[in-house]
């Protein structure tokens, strides 16, 4: 038989004999002891054989860039008052309504300030009562050229101003600036009614004033590869270790350009020397020494370096969910846990527009000892470390071992405008060719305007031309349906048919893309063939085949933009230029272009 017993439950509570609870949360710690055992626990009392750096001493050495070669063509001096990207993407720049406006008005001041006061009114209006530089409005047009000239006249923008300005009431300055670029250095009695030299000397400041504002670039000198829809160019530096260095980059899209943007060329390949230029960097490579104080390494979430120091939650590093395949992401979160208080940084200030390597780094504590930090491929030169390090062309993967590092001469940050041009290349299986839609034209002012809603404009003025004819009696029948020889597509749509690459080897199939154009057809009026508007599409002569290669338009396609886009130069000077930019597409779309079919009767 069991004894009886009692139960008793008892707990050991606080009870406070005091209201005010500001010494518990002091956390005051009664055993200091205790916190010393811990930090002998933890490795915190042992000394180590090392020293606080005190001190980084740098050497290093500079080749600034000296040649610069856009596309095929030749090399020339290498403009160091420019930014790179400027330099590369500078396109011709089309002169719009705006534009001519501008340069006339200009021409107007240059005439006032450098003409001797006696003459300077009597010079003036010569100019402006030459016919030559007088705008023609479109309402004074006969219908031949109202249907030649439909795509322009269907600017309203660009019609709405030109009424204003027409009849001599602006002058031209575009065409007086394209009429100097082609005559002689004697130009004023073209236009006046005698020779006069001081005319002539202010029409080479003219030319001069408007390259230098807006970057002119020769069609046949820019670095625009129209059948890859990319930038194309090289730079070289003076000679390093026997042979100068050759930056290379065959797929620049535009927009943002960095040191990855390019690559060290073949070595097989020989850059011929450019001329030198008053404007070129400094041609010779060129040593220097720098001396700091580092600093800790120190970022959000970054663990503490005492045992007994509360962290902030600002970033919670043990969080991180990674899966097996997140490589980057595991050592970036090793770094943090494990390694985070052994980095120190040093500034070291590099100019733009050279090739730096750092000879010689030697770290020096505060107990006088000094420390030659080798290069990484140094110490272990079958380890393949690539940060920041430029991709060599000539060798494989295992031998890139270079230690140079790229500081391109390019700026932050760029004002960029809308899109004055916008073309959408698309591929349209079902009509097997590849469209290029231009989605944004330029409106013959200074912006862009949308392109299908142009071509319906355009589609309205050719019916108003056509001849209003009679209404043919036609055969009654009972037929539900008629016959279509083609159906039609937006005027803003240019086809690229594929065509077969002529080449000597008849088993050849490498295919490329040729621009073609659609027919436009008003009765009363020849055919014509259905023209682009946009600067990226009208390349070459039209009597001259265009070719894009077909990998270069995958199956989402490319979008392609033409913008002006203004920054300011390290010296201050403001630099503007015309440049595009390629990024991917939307995807592949039809046209519902069909040829021989048969539509339902309205």
Not at 323 to 337: E, P, R, S, W
Request: hydrophobic share 35%; with cysteine; charged share 25%.
């Amino acid at each position: 038989m069991n004894n009886p017993s009692a139960t008793i439950w008892n707990r050991i509570e606080a009870r406070p004999r005091s209201l005010e609870i500001d010494r518990a949360l002091r956390s005051e710690i009664r055993d200091p002891l205790w916190m010393l055992t811990r930090q002998w626990q933890f490795g915190e009392l042992l000394g180590q054989d090392a020293g606080s750096i005190i001190s980084v001493k740098a050497r290093y050495r500079l080749a600034y860039l000296d040649t610069l070669v856009l596309g095929a063509n030749k090399p020339e001096a290498y403009d160091s008052h420019v930014p790179l990207e400027a330099n590369v993407e500078k396109e011709r720049t089309t002169l719009d309504l705006n534009l001519r406006l501008e340069m006339g008005r200009h021409w107007l001041r240059l005439l006032r300030h450098r003409i001797p006061l006696e003459q300077v009114e009597t010079v003036i209006e010569g100019f402006k009562a030459n016919t030559l530089l007088h705008f023609r409005a479109p309402r004074d047009l006969d219908p031949q050229e109202r249907y030649e000239n439909a795509q322009l006249i269907c600017k309203e923008s660009f019609s709405q101003m030109i009424q204003a300005v027409a009849h001599g009431r602006m002058i031209d300055g575009g065409f007086l600036y394209l009429y100097l670029k082609e005559s002689d250095n004697h130009f004023a009695s073209d236009f006046l009614a005698q020779r006069d030299d001081e005319v002539d000397r202010v029409g080479l400041k003219f030319i001069r004033w408007f390259e230098r504002v807006y970057g002119q670039r020769d069609m046949d000198k820019r670095a625009w590869h129209p059948s890859h829809l990319e930038y194309q160019f090289a730079c070289t530096t003076p000679s390093v270790g026997g042979q100068p260095k050759v930056l290379q980059a065959k797929e620049y899209h535009g927009g943002h350009l960095d040191w990855y943007s390019v690559d060290y060329a073949n070595q097989s390949q020989s850059m011929p020397s450019a001329s030198p230029s008053k404007k070129a960097a400094p041609s010779q490579i060129q040593t220097g020494a720098t001396e700091v104080i580092p600093t800790a390494v120190t970022y959000p979430g970054m663990p503490s370096a005492r045992f007994w120091e509360l962290e902030d939650r600002t970033v919670n590093l043990g969080n991180i969910q990674a899966f097996t395949t997140d490589t980057a992401k595991m050592i970036f979160a090793q770094f943090g846990l494990l390694y985070s208080n052994d980095w120190l940084s040093f500034s070291l200030e590099l100019p733009l527009g050279c090739l730096a390597q750092i000879n010689e780094i030697v770290v020096a504590d505060i107990f006088g000892q000094r420390t030659i930090v080798p290069h990484v491929h140094e110490r272990k030169r079958d380890e393949f470390w690539g940060l920041f390090q430029l991709h060599d062309l000539s060798f494989d993967q295992g031998h890139q071992n270079d230690s140079w590092l790229f500081v391109p001469p390019v700026v932050t940050r760029v004002q960029q405008s809308q899109p004055i041009e916008k073309v959408v290349l698309i591929r349209d299986e079902m009509a097997n060719m590849v469209w290029a839609i231009e989605n944004t034209i330029s409106d013959g002012v200074r912006g862009g305007t949308d392109g299908f809603e142009h071509a319906q404009r355009v589609k309205r003025l050719m019916q108003s031309l056509a001849p209003q004819e009679e209404e043919r009696d036609s055969i009654e029948n009972e037929a539900d349906v008629k016959y279509m020889l083609a159906s039609t597509v937006p005027e803003n749509w240019i086809p690229f048919i594929p065509v077969k690459k002529e080449t000597t080897e008849s088993t050849s199939r490498d295919i490329q893309l040729q621009r073609a154009a659609m027919p436009r057809i008003v009765p009363g009026f020849a055919p014509r063939r259905i023209r682009p508007h946009t600067s990226i599409l009208k390349e070459g002569d039209f009597n001259t085949p265009y070719y894009v290669y077909e990998e270069e338009i995958p199956r989402s396609g490319a979008i392609i933009n033409t913008k002006w886009k203004r920054t300011r130069w390290h010296d201050g000077s403001i630099v503007v230029w015309l440049g595009r930019e390629k990024t991917n597409g939307r995807g592949e779309k039809s046209s519902g272009l069909k040829f021989d079919f048969l539509d339902q009767k309205s």
